[in-house]
C-alpha cells in the first residue's frame, strides 16, 4: 500500500502517514526500522505493509516508495 509521509520524530522514529484517502495512520519505531531507512521527510511517497483492519490497522513496515 502507498502512503505519504505526515509527521516523522527522528529520536523515537516514530510517526505519521496519510492514505490516499486522507486517513492518518501512526507508525512505531519497529515499524521504521523495519523498512531499513535513515530520515523520512514530510511529504514523501512511502510504501507501507500492515496488519489489521479498520480502528485495529497497525503498520508494520515503512519504506520508500521507488518506480
Known amino acids: 500500500m502507498q ?3 505526515y509527521t516523522y520524530d527522528p ?3 516514530a ?3 496519510l492514505l490516499d484517502d486522507g ?3 501512526p507508525f ?3 515499524a521504521f526500522a523495519a523498512g531499513g531507512l535513515r530520515l523520512l521527510r514530510p511529504g514523501q511517497r512511502v510504501r507501507i505493509e ?3 483492519t479498520g480502528a ?3 503498520i508494520t513496515l ?3 516508495q521507488t518506480l
Open 3 to 5: 502512503a505519504t509521509a
Open 11 to 13: 529520536e523515537t522514529h
Open 15 to 17: 510517526g505519521q502517514v
Open 23 to 25: 486517513t492518518p495512520v
Open 28 to 30: 512505531d519505531g519497529p
Open 50 to 52: 500492515t496488519e489489521g
Open 56 to 58: 485495529d490497522l497497525r
Open 62 to 64: 515503512v519504506t520508500l
